[in-house]
């Protein structure tokens, strides 16, 4: 299975962007996906999940109201909306597929990482 990130760049505080993660259709449909991020000298962290459906989803408290996950099973792509971006929300971030179809905010819980897209916020 293979995840491809995309979308990430560099953009003033306040901004926005939409990263995508484009999954193997076929493979990831009945499982729940999600995206986490790695600043420098820091742990891989939770950022959002979605499950199978597209009906349930939670964020990290550091992001919540701010950043939207979605996706589209039809496409295969999985979607994360950042609005009104901070410094510190520059990281590298990857997405992920669930081992099942619940959401999960455990980095345990995933079994294929895409290889990251890097965010940086300026102040």
């Known amino acids: 299975v293979q995840l491809q990130a995309s979308g990430g760049g560099l953009v003033p505080a306040g901004g926005s962007l939409r990263l995508s993660c484009a999954t193997s259709?076929?493979?990831?449909?009945?499982?729940?996906m999600g995206w986490f991020r790695q600043a420098p000298g820091k742990e891989r962290e939770f950022v959002a999940t979605?499950?199978?459906?597209?009906?349930?989803?939670y964020y990290a408290d550091a992001v919540k109201g701010r950043f939207t996950i979605s996706r589209d099973n039809a496409k295969g792509t999985v979607y994360l909306q950042m609005n009104s971006l901070k410094p510190e929300d520059t990281a590298v971030y990857y997405c992920?597929?669930?081992?099942?179809?619940?959401?999960?905010?455990?980095?345990?819980?995933?079994?294929?990482w895409g290889q990251g897209t890097q965010v940086t916020v300026s102040s």
């Open positions: 979605i499950n199978w459906r597209g009906a349930d989803a």
């Open positions: 992920a597929q669930a081992l099942s179809s619940s959401t999960s905010d455990d980095r345990t819980r995933y079994r294929y």
């Open positions: 259709r076929r493979t990831s449909s009945n499982n729940a």
